[in-house]
């Protein structure tokens, strides 16, 4: 997953059905499509603090604590079984990124202050010129 977390292969499981899609007379009798799922709530391979983070993150994706991901977009059995590995990889980082670093406040220059007054004055004439009455 990362440089310093691996998820052992033993805590994935893997299902095999039968896919839609490309392949044929070969969909009906192949079992192409996989689903992977990994235990996040039980595993003991990820530091508590990050699996809290991630099952936080991934709270609308788990179903018992569980993440699922389905692969179907291949042909073959092997490369749907690489795809979800990946996707599933790709879920994990983003979960247990740490958080972005929060946005310190800042105010507009004199300057910025300055030149949007003038634009606004700039503007206002400019509507005051185009005006029939004489106002």
């Known amino acids: 997953m990362t440089d310093r977390w691996v998820v052992p292969s033993a805590e994935l499981r893997e299902r095999f059905s039968r896919s839609s899609g490309p392949g ?9 499509r996989v689903e992977l799922s990994f235990d996040l709530a039980g595993t003991a391979s990820l530091a508590p603090a990050l699996r809290a983070r991630a099952l936080d993150r991934l709270a609308g994706r788990l179903v ?4 699922t991901v389905a692969a179907s977009e291949h042909r073959a059995q092997l490369a749907n079984r690489e795809a979800a590995r990946e996707r599933l990889a790709a879920l994990l980082r983003e ?8 946005r310190r406040p800042t105010r507009p220059s004199r300057g910025a202050k300055e030149r949007r007054l003038a ?11 185009r005006r029939v009455d004489g106002d």
Request: hydrophobic share 20%; charged share 30%.
């Open 24 to 32: 044929g007379q070969g969909v009906n009798t192949t079992d192409s």
């Open 64 to 67: 018992d604590g569980v993440l």
């Open 95 to 102: 979960a247990v990124a740490p958080p972005p670093a929060p």
């Open 119 to 129: 634009d606004k004055k700039r503007q206002s004439q400019r509507k005051r010129d």
